[in-house]
C-alpha cells in the first residue's frame, strides 16, 4: 500500500486493461478506472510483475485478447 495514500485514508478499486498476447506476454496495460496517483501507479507495478499468461484461443489457435482486473485496496481499521 502507497504510503501516501494510506495516510491520506484512500481507499477503492483501480481498474486495469492489458493485452494478453498470443504468446502469453502481457502488454499495452492502462489504468481504465483512477482511484488516486499512487494507488494507480501501485497497481501498474502489480500488473508488470506477473508472469506470463495462458493465451485465450480460437479455433485451437493461441489468440491476443483484452482482459479488465480490479485491483481493490483496503485499509485495515485499527478499534
Do not use: C
Not at 16 to 21: C, E, L, S, T
Not at 45 to 64: E, Q
Amino acid at each position: 500500500y502507497p504510503t501516501s495514500s494510506q495516510e491520506s485514508g484512500t481507499q477503492g478499486t483501480v481498474n486495469i486493461r492489458f493485452v494478453v498476447r498470443y504468446t502469453g506476454k502481457l502488454t499495452d496495460i492502462k489504468v481504465l478506472e483512477r482511484v488516486d496517483n499512487g494507488l494507480d501507479l501501485e497497481s501498474l507495478r502489480l500488473v508488470k510483475m506477473m508472469p506470463d499468461w495462458i493465451p485465450g484461443r480460437d479455433n485451437g489457435k493461441a489468440v491476443s485478447a483484452y482482459y479488465t482486473i480490479p485491483v481493490k485496496f483496503k485499509l485495515n481499521t485499527i478499534r
